[in-house]
Nanobody, 116 residues
Framework: QVQLVESGGGLVQAGGSLRLSCAAS????????MGWYRQAPGKQRELVATITSYGSTNSVDSVKGRFTISRDNARNTVFLQMSSLKPEDTAVYLCFARRGVQDTYWGQGTQVTVSS
């Protein structure tokens, strides 16, 4: 019954910014970690950024210094602030939430397109 609703994707010029949101149907403290993968056509799925229930964060090297993951606990929402966007950031961004060892829930995906 867990639902994750994503929003914030769109079309932006290189160097621009977008903020993705992922709203969960229950307290985000019930998840060990939340974050985003991204999937580009013909490319492997890539883990972009994570935030744990303790508030610790991590991100893939290619987005360090440009992307920031954060949360609003009261609204059960995590955010991915994306700045200095590059065409290679173009992908479908897929929010996830993980509980325990085996349970993973997925958002519907949101398209991010960065034009050169």
């Amino acid at each position: 019954q867990v639902q994750l609703v994503e929003s914030g994707g769109g079309l932006v010029q290189a160097g621009g910014s977008l903020r993705l949101s992922c709203a969960a149907s229950e307290s985000i403290f019930r998840f060990n970690a939340m974050g985003w993968y991204r999937q580009a056509p013909g490319k492997q799925r890539e883990l972009v950024a994570t935030i744990t229930s303790y508030g610790s964060t991590n991100s893939v090297d290619s987005v360090k210094g440009r992307f920031t993951i954060s949360r609003d606990n009261a609204r059960n929402t995590v955010f991915l602030q994306m700045s200095s966007l590059k065409p290679e950031d173009t992908a479908v961004y897929l929010c996830f939430a993980r509980r325990g060892v085996q349970d993973t829930y997925w958002g519907q995906g949101t398209q991010v397109t960065v034009s050169s």
